[in-house]
């Protein structure tokens, strides 16, 4: 694969992940924890084994608690660059993980990748929503996107997000004093 600089113009395409897939898949989760794992004093056989553990808890959590759901493989200009699983709900679209390689990333993909999501939301007269890590670079193109955070306080580091339908901000928080 080479890194020459992706076109603004790029064509993105989904196709159903198969299990042949799945040595692709791990590596776009792996990408995905480098910077934390980056602090760890795991060897990088440790870090492979760590990966491959988290990963098949992460596919089979996915597989126990989504329903109607779509995995899909992300390919820019028939490149494989990412994943991205939705869940399809009467009243609501679930963006159970969206992901990209780190060459793929901040070139205006993920706005043109979740564009579709969001118009079948609308569609629909359905919420959009996912769950967010505190420190996730990847907030602000949520908030651009019409999502915002729904609670105060949720417990470890991830927060559920939403979008009303045809693009106005869900319901936000408000912090009292008590």
Same mark, same amino acid.
């Given at each position: ?45 440790? /870090? ?78 359905? /919420? ?46 408000? /912090?009292?004093?008590?």
């Amino acid at each position: 694969m080479t890194d020459a600089p992706l076109s603004g113009t790029s064509a993105i395409a989904l196709r159903p992940a198969t299990p042949a897939d799945r040595p692709l898949l791990l590596r776009i989760y792996a990408s995905t924890r480098e910077q934390e794992l980056a602090r760890t004093p795991f060897t990088p056989e440790q /870090k492979a084994a760590f990966l491959e553990q988290q990963f098949t808890a992460q596919s089979a959590h996915y597989e126990r608690h989504y329903s109607d759901t779509s995995y899909d493989v992300v390919e820019v200009g028939g490149a494989p660059a990412g994943r991205l699983i939705v869940a399809r709900w009467p009243q609501e679209l679930r963006i159970v993980d969206v992901a990209l390689l780190p060459r793929f990333r901040g070139a205006g993909i993920g706005t043109r990748l979740l564009a579709p999501v969001l118009a079948e939301a609308d569609g629909r007269g359905a /919420k959009v929503s996912l769950h967010v890590e505190r420190f996730n670079p990847a907030q602000r193109l949520y908030q651009r996107l019409g999502f915002a955070p729904v609670a105060a306080e949720e417990q470890g580091i991830r927060q559920l997000w939403e979008r009303a339908p045809s693009g106005r901000p869900a319901r936000r928080y408000v /912090k009292t004093a008590s």
